[in-house]
């Protein structure tokens, strides 16, 4: 059974930077992938990357955040600069195990103005 375990959330200013991490048990996925769910809305794609580091991001999240992936530690890390009070969610994340996938259970970030 995977387990994925992110941390990193809290409390920050607008324009302020936090990083989260994704601690994956075994081994990591051939794909890793962040998402994120505000109030009210539907879960949606921040950025992904893949085994060959690959990346896409989210049109709303390129140029401010980040995300990368270190094979060696099985972690995957998501980098966010210049935060805005819309970037407020929980933040998953997300891995693809052939043939499956699994989600993390999420970490709270709030940007207040």
């Known amino acids: 059974q995977v387990q994925l375990v992110e941390s990193g959330g809290g409390l920050v200013q607008a324009g302020g930077s936090l990083r989260l991490s994704c601690a994956a048990s075994?081994?990591?996925?051939?794909?890793m992938a962040w998402y994120r769910q505000a109030p009210g809305k539907q879960r949606e794609l921040v950025a992904s990357?893949?085994?060959?580091?690959?990346?896409n991001y989210a049109d709303s999240v390129k140029g401010r955040f980040t995300i990368s992936r270190d094979n060696a530690k099985k972690t995957v890390y998501l980098q966010m600069n210049s935060l805005k009070p819309e970037d407020t969610a929980v933040y998953y994340c997300?891995?693809?195990?052939?043939?499956?996938?699994?989600w993390g259970q999420g970490t709270q970030v709030t940007v207040s103005s």
């Open positions: 997300r891995g693809w195990f052939p043939p499956g996938d699994y």
């Open positions: 075994g081994s990591i996925g051939s794909s």
């Open positions: 990357v893949t085994s060959r580091g690959s990346t």
